[in-house]
């Protein structure tokens, strides 16, 4: 059973630059969310998807948005990247209550 | 913002020794739970506690919680270097999965 996947590892982009990152969740769940780790932070929530409808949002910016397809996986968009925007972004996947299963996150490097 | 604040921030014992952690937060909650993050990696979930529950055993983890002072402690027992680790408390305050996540205690165990 995969857990969940997430695409790329690793990706350098430069200011003003638009990424897409990219998560398959656990088989089953139906839940996606996503989160920003700054280095030596904790796990920040952006939003989360269920039924392909953002359901919840935290405190960021317009720039970032998402979408998920009848399938569960989804996408976290970010647009007119500053340097802030580097970090790991993690996606998690889950059912409606319970734990929260990690992918290996993104790193994305803004230059 | 962060939800929950861990204390300390980084610990060091020796292998076979106890580790505690703890945990505040700001807010009422529908349950705590505790991450372990290896080295920048995903993180997986390690246990959960409901908000009318004061402690929980797994393996060599226990949990508690004291909702009147709004925190919680981690102990791990006869600590292995394995357990070398980011440890973070998570939040949610109302159903939906939206987690918030303190800062960590980065725990280094010295063989």
């Known amino acids: 059973d995969a857990g969940v996947t997430q695409s790329p590892t690793h990706l350098i982009k430069t200011r003003g630059q638009q990424v897409t990152l990219r998560c398959s969740p656990k088989?089953?769940?139906?839940?996606v969310s996503w989160y920003q780790q700054a280095l030596g932070q904790g796990p920040q929530f952006i939003f989360q998807y269920y039924e392909e409808e953002e359901r919840q949002r935290g405190n960021f910016p317009d720039r970032f948005s998402g979408h998920q397809f009848p399938n569960y996986s989804s996408e976290l968009n970010v647009n007119a990247l500053l340097l802030g925007d580097s970090a790991l972004y993690l996606c998690?996947?889950?059912?409606?209550?319970?734990?929260?299963?990690f992918g290996e996150g993104s790193r994305l490097t803004v230059l | 913002s962060q939800q929950g604040e861990e204390d300390p921030q980084a610990l060091s014992i020796q292998e076979g020794e106890n580790a505690t952690m703890n945990c505040s937060y700001k807010?009422?909650?529908?349950?705590l739970q505790w991450y372990r993050q290896n080295s920048g990696r995903g993180l997986v979930h390690l246990i959960l506690i409901r908000s009318n529950e004061r402690e929980k055993h797994s393996g060599r983890l226990r949990v508690t919680l004291d909702t009147s002072k709004k925190s919680s402690s981690l102990l791990i027992t006869a600590s292995r270097a394995a357990d070398t680790a980011s440890y973070f408390c998570a939040t949610e305050r109302n159903t939906g999965n939206q987690f918030y996540f303190g800062t960590g205690t980065s725990l280094t165990v010295i063989p």
């Open positions: 998690a996947s889950s059912l409606v209550v319970g734990e929260l299963f």
């Open positions: 088989s089953g769940h139906d839940t």
């Open positions: 807010t009422s909650i529908n349950n």
